[in-house]
């Protein structure tokens, strides 16, 4: 009997977090594209009145020799999926194997440098900065986020809304903490 309650103790602790403890945890994998893999990073915790910060290395690129595009888009939710794949016949060369891992509550797409600003700029941002207010009510708040790669084919009258392929990074548990 004590041994039952040692394990369910275990695994509601590793289910919810504790309070008091800001975490990252990692989740998922990313999908091979024709441009390679992006990858989920980060710097720091969630912690009540810090900055974290998520970034993403792989594709990124504004314009190529090809006139593509590849733009990193953060998708940040309260849900997790558990890894719902993008059907290969979404997208005119969508490759297998690239999943989504969180609800799209929030989805942030990196905006490009002002050309007045960076005249020789070649890709999109690669990080986004995330305030956590120091509001006590945070405190255990879990969110996860998820970077996708949108590759867009563009010409002189500018670019396709509809995407080539959507790549996937692997995802992150984010719990804040004080």
Same mark, same amino acid.
């Given at each position: 009997? @004590?041994? =039952?309650?040692? !394990? #369910?103790? &275990?695994?509601?602790?590793?289910?919810?977090?504790?309070? $008091?403890?800001?975490?990252? %945890?990692? +989740?998922?994998a990313a999908c091979q594209t024709a441009e390679g893999v992006a990858a989920m990073?980060?710097?720091g915790v969630p912690s009540l009145g810090t900055w974290f910060t998520l970034d993403v290395t792989g594709p990124n690129h504004l &314009?190529?020799?090809a006139q593509t595009r590849t733009q990193? !888009?953060?998708? =940040?939710? &309260?849900?997790?999926?558990? $890894?719902?794949? +993008?059907p290969p016949e979404s997208f005119p060369l969508q490759p297998v194997g690239c999943e989504?891992? %969180?609800? /799209?509550? #929030?989805?942030?797409?990196?905006?490009?440098?002002?050309?007045?600003a960076c005249p020789q700029c070649t890709e999109y941002p690669d990080a986004f900065p995330i305030w956590i207010p120091n509001q006590p009510q945070l405190d255990g708040l879990t969110? &996860?986020?998820?970077?996708?790669?949108? /590759?867009?084919?563009c010409g002189f009258? $500018?670019?396709?809304?509809?995407? @080539?392929? +959507? $790549?996937?990074s692997d995802a992150v548990v984010c719990t804040i903490g004080p």
């Amino acid at each position: 009997m @004590l041994r =039952l309650a040692v !394990v #369910i103790s &275990f695994a509601f602790v590793v289910a919810f977090p504790c309070l $008091g403890q800001a975490t990252v %945890t990692p +989740i998922g994998a990313a999908c091979q594209t024709a441009e390679g893999v992006a990858a989920m990073g980060y710097s720091g915790v969630p912690s009540l009145g810090t900055w974290f910060t998520l970034d993403v290395t792989g594709p990124n690129h504004l &314009f190529d020799s090809a006139q593509t595009r590849t733009q990193p !888009v953060l998708v =940040l939710g &309260f849900a997790l999926l558990g $890894g719902v794949p +993008i059907p290969p016949e979404s997208f005119p060369l969508q490759p297998v194997g690239c999943e989504l891992w %969180t609800s /799209h509550r #929030i989805v942030v797409p990196m905006v490009p440098p002002s050309p007045l600003a960076c005249p020789q700029c070649t890709e999109y941002p690669d990080a986004f900065p995330i305030w956590i207010p120091n509001q006590p009510q945070l405190d255990g708040l879990t969110f &996860f986020a998820q970077w996708l790669v949108v /590759h867009t084919q563009c010409g002189f009258s $500018g670019c396709d809304p509809a995407p @080539l392929w +959507i $790549g996937t990074s692997d995802a992150v548990v984010c719990t804040i903490g004080p």
